[in-house]
């Protein structure tokens, strides 16, 4: 299922709403290549947005080929869809984050096209003691139209309480808010 949404405005009346404050965060770099992630989650202790933010764990999208329970959960949960080949080729991914809804905790992962993020994103919920997984592929135009593929839902908690949560790890409010995706049972 795609849907097609115009976003200027939203982005427009986010950043009047933020102010300086957001735009000097978003300055700094929030992301870097898998490869560099790898070493750095290993030799770093994980850290959070603010005193009540979920723990971030070290699994990300980059795991894709190292974790054989995450790939089969993503293959399964991609079936039938034709994904982009940056995802395998270099991505920019960003520590996984804990959010819960329908009783199941997820690991949310995000991903971008290296130098081209604004325009290709991916965000991903795995949950592993399940090896269930939902996405979303976004795909701007260029022009303010952004085309967005859902991926593995199937009429469960995830149509609704997953596709806030995938679309807060696209938008950034997931790592600005991470206490906020972890919904009751």
Same mark, same amino acid.
């Given at each position: 299922?795609? $849907?097609?949404?115009? $976003? ?10 933020? !102010? ?21 989650t290993? @030799?770093?202790p994980?850290q959070?947005?603010? !005193?009540?933010?979920?723990p971030?764990? !070290?699994?990300?999208?980059?795991d894709?080929g190292?974790?054989q ?18 995802l ?7 520590p996984?984050?804990k *959010? +819960?809804?329908g009783?199941?905790? /997820?690991? +949310? ?6 130098h ?9 919920? /795995?949950?592993?003691?399940?090896g ?6 976004s *795909?701007?135009? !260029?022009?303010?139209? @952004?085309?967005?593929?859902w ?8 149509? $609704?309480?997953?596709?806030? $949560?995938? /679309?807060?790890?696209?938008s ?14």
């Open positions: 299922m795609t $849907i097609r949404r115009m $976003i200027p405005a939203l982005t427009f009346a986010a950043a009047l709403a933020l !102010g300086q404050t957001a735009l000097a965060q978003e300055t700094a770099p929030a992301t870097q290549p898998a490869q560099e992630l790898a070493q750095d290993a @030799e770093t994980n959070s947005n603010s !005193g009540e933010a979920a971030e764990t !070290g699994l990300t999208l980059a894709l190292k974790d329970k995450l790939a089969t959960a993503f293959e399964k949960m991609a079936d039938g869809h034709q994904l982009p080949a940056w395998r080729e270099g991505a920019v991914v960003s996984s984050q *959010v +819960a809804f009783g199941t905790e /997820y690991l +949310a992962m995000t991903a971008c096209e290296q081209n993020c604004a325009e290709n994103q991916m965000a991903v919920l /795995y949950a592993p003691d399940s269930t997984a939902y996405g979303v592929l *795909v701007r135009d !260029g022009e303010g139209a @952004e085309l967005l593929t991926l593995g839902m199937a009429g469960g908690p995830e149509t $609704i309480d997953g596709r806030t $949560i995938l /679309y807060a790890a696209l950034g409010s997931l790592a600005n808010h991470p206490a906020d995706f972890i919904y009751a049972e």
